[in-house]
Structure formats: structure tokens, C-alpha cells
């Protein structure tokens, strides 16, 4: 079964947690699963990874979210060449911690959206994507308690932002055809991940 899977939701809902999880499930149950997320671990993905916690800073100038969206959608293109499309051509069914939509909730909530979605035309879409909706401020106390850095994409108030441009991204893409289904984060670790594997067993085989 090749099939690329993506869970996507704000910082703090989830996804890591779940994408770990779900491909330990598949792989248990004698699949070929892999696991994999993005920013990727390829160059251009640590080059985002340094530049959100705050390396590369000059003269405390904020990096543009237009700079952020290259760098994204070019670490997608390269992910998805050298990783993504040679696990799903060996057979693997592959899990993505976040996907396009993330570039297009985190950079493409103003005028740049037309940009954003252009920049990743050439993304492949997944077979299935799962959101887990969690309230900002349910995500905020995750990443607190989780003593998480605070990286720059992690306030509050940008929070609010990613989550409307989430339910936007989420309303447009599905009315073009993409299957993305929306789950309750905030249930507990063990009710979320029975409702993520409920859905991956409606994919076709
Ligand atoms: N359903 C849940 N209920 C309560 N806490 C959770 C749940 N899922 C994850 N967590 C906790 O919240 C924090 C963030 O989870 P993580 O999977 O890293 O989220 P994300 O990758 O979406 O930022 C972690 O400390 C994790 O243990
Ligand atoms: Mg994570």
C-alpha cells in the first residue's frame, strides 16, 4: 500500500506524537511504514530548522515569512524527491509530520497566499490528511509544559493567525477535491490515535 499520509495541526497539537505513533502501528502490524517530517532532515531543512531557532540572526532583523516560504517549499521539493517518492516507490506507505498545508496556514494567511500555493504546485497531495484541531491556548500549554523552546513561530498571538489560516487552507483544498479529515486533539493520546487509525484503515489497499 503506497500511500503518503500527513498530520498537520498547530504547535503543540500533536503531530509528532501521533506520526511516531501511527507508523510504529503500521510497521507492527507487518506494513513497510515510514516516518519522516518537515521541515525535512535534508540540508535545506536544517538550514529552517537553524533559522527558526533563531541562528543566522542579524542585527536582530526578523526573517520575512516570504523568505520562510521559499526555503519551505523548496526543502518540500527536494523531500519529496530524495525521500518521500523513493520510500512510497519502494513500496512504503510514508507519515509526514506536516505537509504544504503548514506553509499555507504559517506564510500564506496574507497577500502572499496566490505565491504560496504556486510554490508548491508541485508538491504531491496526499492520499489522506489528518488536522488535529486543538484550541491555541491548549497547544500553547502543551509546549510550556513540555518546557519546549520557544521558537519564533510559537506565540500566541501568531498562534490565533495559524489557526485561522488552517481553517481556510483546510476549507479550500478540500473543496478542491483533497481528502483532509478534521479530529478532536484535545481528546486523550490514546482516543486521538484510535480515531487517526479508524482513518487510515478506510484508505483503499
Ligand atoms: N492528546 C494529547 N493530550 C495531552 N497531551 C498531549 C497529547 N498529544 C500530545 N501531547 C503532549 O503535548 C506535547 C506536544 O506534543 P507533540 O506531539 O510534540 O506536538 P506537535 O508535534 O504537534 O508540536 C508533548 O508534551 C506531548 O506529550
Ligand atoms: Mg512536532
Redesign the pocket.
Known sequence: MTRLIVLE??????????ARRLVAHLNAKGGKAHLTREPSDGPIGQLIRQMLTGHHAIENQAIAQSTFGLLFAADRLDHLQREVEVQLAAGAMVVS?RWYHSSLAYQGTGADRDWITTLNARARKPDLTIF?SVRPEV?AA??I??G?IQELFEDMRMQEEVAAGYKATISELAAQGERIETID?????D??FGAIVALVGTLAP
Open positions: 495541526g498547530l504547535d503543540g497539537a500533536g503531530t509528532t506524537t501521533q509530520d488535529l497547544a502543551r509546549r509544559s513540555a519546549r486533539g484535545e481528546a486523550s493520546p482516543a486521538v
